[in-house]
């Protein structure tokens, strides 16, 4: 059994920048992509970004590109998300998962990918 835990989460001005951090539990950390997705209240969770398991590719969803920064450390078993110029539509619960599939990128941009998930945790953005 997988655990993954966010923490880093919490209230920001407009402008501002938060990073979140995902534990995972596990020695097979290093094999999986890792993904990250929000959820605002009243609406679908929606894909962020993604990492894969070496940390040499990312994707993004367009309305983050340019803002959001995944990154990974293997050997901390943890994944990042550095949020810069956060505006008040990046307010949601951000969760962290873990791919489906071992060393693959197959389905990283939809919650079908991905069969571990971490509690969430808030981010606020004010304006």
């Known amino acids: 059994q997988v655990q993954l835990v966010e923490s880093g989460g919490g209230l920001v001005q407009a402008g501002g920048s938060l990073r979140l951090s995902c534990a995972a539990s596990?020695?097979?950390?290093?094999?999986?992509?890792m993904g990250w997705f929000r959820q605002a209240p009243g609406k679908e969770r929606e894909f962020v970004g993604a990492?894969?398991?070496?940390?040499?590719?990312?994707y993004y969803a367009n309305s983050v590109k340019g803002r959001f920064t995944i990154s990974r450390d293997n050997a901390k078993n943890t994944v990042y998300l550095q949020m810069n110029s956060l505006k008040p539509e990046d307010t949601a619960v951000y969760y962290c998962?873990?791919?489906?599939?071992?060393?693959?990128?197959?389905?990283?941009?939809?919650?079908?990918?991905?069969?571990?998930w971490g509690q969430g945790t808030q981010v606020t953005v004010s304006s």
């Open positions: 998962a873990r791919s489906r599939f071992v060393r693959s990128t197959v389905g990283l941009t939809t919650q079908g990918g991905y069969d571990y």
């Open positions: 990492i894969s398991w070496s940390g040499g590719s990312t």
């Open positions: 596990g020695r097979t950390f290093s094999s999986y992509a």
